[in-house]
């Protein structure tokens, strides 16, 4: 059974360019999260969902930034006009229910030169 | 506000010396509680949780951790550290919401170093 699948695993943008990250959930989960890790700041929560619909976005910036998660296809976490301060490890994980237990995928490292 | 500290920012063990990492939480309701542990450039992969029942529990590479409610603690500990074991390790705290939210609150991480 693979595990959670995030692409790419690096991804270097210039200022003012978009970036899209994508995440395949585990076989079976509807269940999907995003997480940012930044440099001494640790692992924050950003925005959970399920199939079509956001459950709880408040953990993500008010601008420049989305998330998806469509019927068919993979989650996409887009951000737009990149800048400096979102470079940073991206993760996402999946669950097959609530109150469970989320796996992890091996994330996203964003670079913006 | 949910939260969740550990303490010990960087800790150095000898190979087969025992090992307990810290982790208080702060959360009005019964708390979900994980480990995870991190190696460089890696994800996280999940050690342990506890949700409810026996509040000393197993997980895997050896490590166990225990609840303890009055100190709104779970520590996590191995008997014996084997230098694989060097990597960072979350405490995560699950918080649901009414509105049907889930998310996981990770305290800071503690980096383990293990010495030959």
């Known amino acids: 059974n693979a595990g959670v699948m995030q692409n790419p695993r690096h991804l270097v943008r210039r200022r003012g360019q978009e970036a899209r990250l994508r995440c395949s959930p585990m076989?079976?989960?509807?269940?999907v999260y995003w997480y940012r890790q930044l440099p001494e700041e640790g692992l924050k929560f950003m925005v959970y969902l399920q199939k079509e619909n956001i459950i709880d976005e408040s953990g993500m910036p008010k601008e420049r930034f989305s998330a998806e998660f469509p019927k068919e296809g993979p989650s996409i976490l887009r951000i737009q006009q990149v800048v400096r301060g979102d470079s940073a490890a991206y993760f996402c994980?999946?669950?097959?229910?609530?109150?469970?237990?989320?796996?992890f995928g091996p994330g996203t490292r964003l670079t913006v030169t | 506000a949910q939260s969740v500290t550990q303490p010990d920012i960087h800790i150095t063990v000898s190979e087969g010396a025992s090992l307990e990492l810290r982790c208080n939480y702060s959360y009005g309701a019964t708390p979900y509680l994980f480990w995870y542990v991190q190696s460089p450039g890696q994800g996280l992969q999940l050690l342990l949780k506890?949700?409810?029942?026996?509040?000393l529990v197993q997980g895997i590479k050896g490590f166990e951790a225990e609840f303890k409610r009055s100190q709104s603690s779970f520590n996590l500990r191995k008997p014996s550290v084997h230098w694989s074991d060097a990597a960072e390790y979350f405490c995560?705290?699950?918080?649901?919401?009414?509105?049907?939210?889930?998310?996981?609150?990770f305290g800071k991480g503690t980096k383990l170093t293990v010495n030959p």
């Open positions: 506890y949700f409810s029942g026996d509040t």
């Open positions: 994980a999946s669950s097959p229910n609530v109150a469970t237990e989320q796996y």
């Open positions: 995560a705290v699950g918080i649901s919401t009414q509105g049907g939210s889930e998310k996981l609150v």
């Open positions: 076989k079976g989960h509807s269940h």
